[in-house]
């Protein structure tokens, strides 16, 4: 019985991931994809890592323009319903949503390179 101030303390949960499963989620992303991007320039992504919410990314990028080939690694890329988001710094980001199970769209916002789409590929055995 409580009486006044009291309060019993209750159980806390595991926080729930409504209807996630880690396994098809790991199905869906994990894995190298590659494609090209409408300003020309080849890019890759390796996804690993998968949880519930977020990935590991390593997205690495091919000679176009001035650039030359480069990689950055996103520890805590965004996985929300059907779209990953690779953090590529302030501003900056490629985010790709499943077309297929082995073709995602690529959409690339950056502060001077402007924007680009892609096709991507999975690349997997």
């Given at each position: ?27 869906q992303w994990e894995g190298k994809w ?92």
């Amino acid at each position: 019985i409580l009486t006044g101030c009291q309060s019993a303390e209750q159980p806390t949960a595991a926080p729930a991931v409504a209807n996630l499963d880690i396994a098809t989620l790991k199905q869906q992303w994990e894995g190298k994809w590659s494609g090209t991007w409408s300003n020309g320039c080849s890019g890759s992504i390796v996804v690993s890592d998968v949880g519930p919410e977020s990935a590991v990314v390593l997205y690495e990028w091919g000679i176009c323009d001035k650039s030359e080939w480069g990689s950055y690694v996103d520890h805590d890329a965004t996985i929300a319903g059907d779209q990953l988001t690779v953090h590529l710094g302030r501003n900056i980001h490629a985010a790709y949503s499943h077309i297929d199970e082995n073709t995602l769209r690529g959409d690339y916002s950056g502060r001077q390179d402007g924007t680009a789409g892609a096709g991507i590929f999975r690349r997997d055995g």
